[in-house]
Structures are given as C-alpha cells and as structure tokens.
C-alpha cells in the first residue's frame, strides 16, 4: 500500500503539487488523469524517490520514503518499483536485451527477459538496437525493463504519449494484462484509457483537497 | 560489469578509437625514445672498456676507434704488421691483438683478427678459430641465422667491407658465437692470414685497392698492464711513422674510452632534445587525453542520469566509468608497447650502422614506469569525473 499524506512539491518557488492525503492499495490499477503541468509526473517521482517532496509524508508498505536516505530509496526503486518513463529512457545505441540487461548491474535477475519481450510481442526485437525500432516498439521496451524484475509496484508517466491511439491502447492493454496483482499507477491525459483500470483519479479536481480513490 | 562496460565501449567507438590513438602516441614516444637512447648508450659502453688503447694509421681518432670496436665506418688504412710484434715484445703490454677489415660475406663484415679478439664472448656451437690455422671462421649468431650457416659450411667471402666479387678460396665455420644483442652478432671472424691469403695474387696486378694488404693491419688492440703504460704507449706511438715495403706509414695512438665518452657526450645532447621532445609530446598528449575522456563523460551524462532515474547507483555507474578506461588505458598501453617493440625491429638496421645491435626483448624499469603513468594519467580524469559525478548527483539534491 502507498499512502501519501500531506505532500507538497515547488520548483523554482512554484507549486507543482499540494495534496494532502491519497491511498493506494496494493494489487489494484490506477489511472490518473490531469492536464498538463498538474503535478502527474511529479507524483510519480516522488513515489519512485527520484523526487522528495518539501513537506508531508509517502509510505511504501509503511516504510516513509522521505525519512531514508538517497542510497535506500534507489534501491528500493531498483528491487521493488518498475518506472515506465514518458520518454522511455532507452539507451538508443544499444540492443532490446542490453537495455533489460542494464539492470544487472544492480544484481537484479533478468533471466525471465525473453519470457517477458514475448508476452509484450517484440521478443523477435531482442537483439535489434533500440534506435531501429518504432515508438510502440520502444514503449515496449521500456514496460519489458520496468516489469522484467517482477516488481510490486509499476508506475507509469504517460505511457502512450508518444503513441497513436490505436497503439496506445495496445499498449495499455498489455501493460494491465502483464501488471495484474501488483500495483500499476498510470498518468495519462488521456481519457478513453480509463476502462482498463480499477481505478480513475482526476487530478485536476484535488489540488489541495482529499482524494480516496 | 565487464561485459556492459564492453558492450557500452563498443556504441562509443570513435571517441574512444581516439583516445587509444592519443595514448598509443604517447607512450609509444616515450618508451621507444627511452629504449633507443639506454641501449646505445650501453652498447657503446660495454664495447669500450675492455682495451687500453687502439693504434692505427693517422687520420680520425673517432674512426679508428669506431671502426675497430664497433665495426662501423671504413678502416682509415693500414699500417705494418711489425707493430704489432714489437708491442708483443715490449713488457708493458699484455696483449697486442691485430685487427683487419677487408671482405664481406653476404653483406656482413668480415674482420681478421686472433682468437684472443674474442676472448670475451661465449661461442654457442663449434670452436674458435685456431691462430696457427688459416681459412677458418666464427660468424656471428645473426650471420649464421640469416645465411643458415651451421659449424663445418664453407663460406665464400667477397672483396670489399660492403660489397665485390667473390673469392675463389672458401672459409670453413668452426664456430658460431652466442648471441649477444650487440654488433658482433653480425659480424664473421677469421684469421689475419686468412684475410692476407685471400688478398695475396702472387705480385699479379689487381684490379682491387686493398690487394696489397699482405702485412698490414687495420688496427691493433693494445691492453697494459697499467693504465699509466697506456699513456707512455699513446705518447711513443702517437705521430709514430713506420716504413714498411719501402711505404711510409704514420701512426696514431688513442685512448677508447675517451673517445666513447666524447663520442656519449654528443649523443647525450641530441637524447637531451629527444628527452625534451618527448616530454613535449607526453604533456600535449596527457592535455589531449583528459580533453578527450572530459568530453567523453560529459556525453555520458545523459546515459548516465538515465541509469540513475532507474535505480543504477552512482557507486556502481563509477564503478562501470572507472572499468571501461581501464581497459582503454591498458589495452593502449600493451599496444603502445608492442608498437614500440616494432619500431625497434625498423630501427635495427640503422642503429646497427652505429655498432649497437637493438634487443627487443630488452625493458628498461623507466619504460615500465612510463606506461605505467600513461594507464594513470588516462583512468585519472575519469575519476575525477566520476567523483565531481557523485557529488552533483541530481537525485542526491
């Protein structure tokens, strides 16, 4: 379970986020929507560590990420989390396996790669450069790295957005279907997405107030 | 680790084709201008000490002692046997040792000398010449390697130091010297008679200059018993003039090791500007090497913040950095190394030419200590880096 309570995030003096409290139960998919610039990616950063908010508090299965140090909260990223990134974060020059591979580095175990790439229809791609492939492909790509370790919790910054409709939904489709029993959180501005999650939470209408999903 | 570090070289193989480059450079430079410089240094050394003084014909002192030691230049005449005889009789010398340079065998010098001229050296197969013989040879490890010549093979030696037309009396190897990495590896050795016997057409007109050298040495090698002899003998026979054959010959009498030591001194002037040359090289390069890895790390940031938004830490992505210009600096200094080995094998014939043999075997510690320094200077930016990395990390702020 993701709990976050009282958060808030500036940047440069702006306020990007300001929520004061939000649950996330463990097992379950959501999808939050929002316009631009709402504070989506930001969330998500900080549930992931990348980010730590000025005030309030996130737990992850109880444990307050803000209270650990850098050093913990990547390795809790690398054990436990699987980021899909809105720019996929690829290394172009490199291969489809390389990619997956990279998280090794860490002692994560990659052995089910091939499984994963084929369930997401791309493992004939395995040994193609990332720079060859279409965006779908490298949306792909980036939800075989973030799922290849089994994480509990898949966080997801707009998945589809460098995507056509009919392939983001494609998209989509796989990600909850692989994502089942963990915790998915997807932000998108998109709204026809929707019916492939338990849950839907539109941010635009909670800045500053309470949300129970 | 290693097999991404290789895998993430291979996507950067421009820039890092460059940085071997400007490493192989320089430390190619250094170690081969170091090696060059020690060796001859020490092979004109370890040739210099072992006579008291050398007297031959008048003209060049540098000639004379170059060619009679080193084998190098042409002799600068002749002067008579007798000489030789009568240092023999004189009880301030120990040992009076003739030397002659005439013939060629396959482009290898043939030097006509006593057994006693080889004192010093090992011989690897066979016998050394026997003084009261005539005809018989030990040729030089490289002589015999060159030419397949193996002890009991009849050699035919041709008119001239460098080149001529054949002789009709063959020589006889009875022994072939260890190898000794320094000219006399390529050098055969016979008797003075021989050499004499070779050149003796009976009073019949030659077509040759140096047919009547019947009696003549080029040079004759002279060891005292004390050094203050040398100076008396270098005094007695300096300016000396002989007649022989109804010829007149004038003498001149030097003392080697002084030779040797002018002889370095102007060699170490010109390893001086090597040295200098060198090190100009070295410091653009180590200004071109950290420019090169600088620029390298700065186009890895963004595959290295990549790395750490999905949860690379920065211990291992230094990690990774540190490994991969490891291997860049090793495998371009081993390269260096064994261009500058090449180089040595290329040089051969010219330093041969100034009486020193090139081993390429030989690795002086300096070398060592230069490459070592060219691995540091080429992993060193990186660590720097890497450092300067993990203290700015982003997601550390």
């Given at each position: 379970m993701i709990c976050i309570k009282g958060v808030s995030k500036k940047f440069k003096n702006e306020t990007a986020i300001d929520y004061t409290d939000m649950t996330f139960e463990g097992g379950k998919s959501y999808i939050l929507l929002g316009a631009s610039g709402c504070g989506k990616s930001t969330l998500l950063n900080m549930i992931a560590g990348i980010l730590s908010p000025e005030k309030g508090e996130i737990t992850v299965d109880g444990v307050d990420i803000t209270?650990?140090?850098?050093?913990?909260?990547?390795?809790?990223?690398?054990?436990?989390?699987?980021?899909?990134?809105?720019?996929?974060?690829?290394?172009?020059?490199?291969?489809?396996?390389?990619?997956?591979?990279?998280?090794?580095?860490?002692?994560?175990?990659?052995?089910?790669?091939?499984?994963?790439?084929?369930?997401?229809?791309?493992?004939?791609?395995?040994?193609?450069?990332?720079?060859?492939l279409s965006g779908g492909e490298r949306q792909r790509v980036a939800i075989a790295r973030a799922i290849v370790k089994s994480p509990d919790i898949i966080l997801a910054d707009e998945p589809t957005g460098n995507l056509n409709f009919a392939i983001g939904e494609a998209v989509i489709k796989q990600l909850t279907e692989v994502a089942k029993g963990k915790t998915l959180i997807a932000v998108t501005h998109d709204d026809r997405l929707c019916k492939y999650f338990d849950y839907v939470i539109d941010m635009n209408e909670m800045t500053g107030g309470r949300y129970d999903a | 680790m290693l097999k991404f570090a290789l895998k993430n070289m291979g996507i950067k193989k421009v820039q890092i084709i460059l940085?071997?480059?400007?490493?192989?450079?320089?430390?190619?430079?250094?170690?081969?201008?170091?090696?060059?410089?020690?060796?001859?240094?020490?092979?004109?050394?370890?040739?210099?000490?072992?006579?008291?003084?050398?007297?031959?014909?008048?003209?060049?002192?540098?000639?004379?002692?170059m060619n009679s030691m080193y084998f190098t230049d042409e002799p600068l005449g002749t002067i008579p046997y007798s000489v030789v005889n009568e240092l023999l009789a004189d009880n301030r010398v120990t040992s009076a040792i003739p030397y002659a340079m005439a013939d060629n065998y396959n482009g290898s010098r043939v030097i006509g000398t006593t057994s006693a001229f080889l004192k010093e050296k090992a011989l690897g197969s066979g016998n050394m010449i026997d003084d009261k013989s005539t005809c018989q040879a030990v040729v030089g490890s490289s002589v015999a390697k060159q030419n397949g010549l193996k002890v009991g093979d009849v050699i035919y030696t041709s008119h001239s130091a460098t080149e001529g037309s054949e002789h009709n009396k063959g020589i006889t190897v009875v022994g072939i010297l260890e190898e000794t990495f320094s000219v006399y590896d390529k050098v055969v050795f016979t008797q003075i008679q021989t050499l004499w016997e070779m050149h003796d057409h009976g009073g019949e007109e030659s077509e040759h200059e140096d047919e009547h050298m019947h009696g003549t040495v080029c040079a004759i090698l002279v060891n005292t018993k004390n050094p203050s002899y040398a100076m008396q003998l270098t005094n007695e026979y300096d300016g000396k003039v002989m007649e022989h054959d109804s010829e007149s010959f004038t003498l001149q009498a030097v003392e080697p090791m002084q030779i040797v030591r002018d002889v370095l001194s102007d060699a170490d002037d010109t390893k001086y500007i090597v040295f200098v040359l060198c090190a100009i090289i070295l410091i653009m390069n180590i200004?071109?090497?950290s420019i090169i890895t600088l620029l390298n790390m700065y186009h890895s940031a963004k595959e290295i913040s990549l790395m750490r938004l999905i949860g690379i830490s920065m211990k291992k992505i230094n990690l990774l950095y540190i490994i991969q210009n490891s291997i860049i600096g090793l495998v371009s200094t081993v390269i260096a190394f064994i261009v500058s080995r090449l180089c040595l094998v290329l040089m051969g014939d010219y330093v041969a030419s100034m009486g020193v043999v090139l081993n390429t075997s030989k690795v002086y510690l300096p070398e060592i200590l230069i490459l070592v320094g060219i691995f540091l200077i080429s992993v060193i930016p990186t660590v720097i880096c890497t450092f300067v990395m993990a203290k700015r990390d982003s997601l550390a702020e």
């Open positions: 209270k650990i140090t850098q050093k913990e909260r990547d390795l809790m990223r690398i054990k436990r989390i699987g980021y899909i990134f809105q720019d996929f974060k690829l290394i172009t020059e490199m291969t489809v396996i390389d990619n997956i591979n990279i998280l090794r580095l860490e002692g994560v175990d990659t052995s089910r790669a091939d499984e994963v790439l084929k369930s997401l229809d791309i493992l004939d791609k395995k040994n193609k450069r990332v720079k060859n | 940085i071997v480059i400007s490493i192989v450079i320089s430390a190619g430079v250094g170690v081969l201008a170091f090696n060059v410089s020690s060796q001859v240094s020490d092979g004109i050394e370890s040739n210099a000490g072992y006579y008291s003084l050398i007297i031959g014909p008048a003209g060049s002192k540098t000639q004379l002692a200004i071109v090497i």
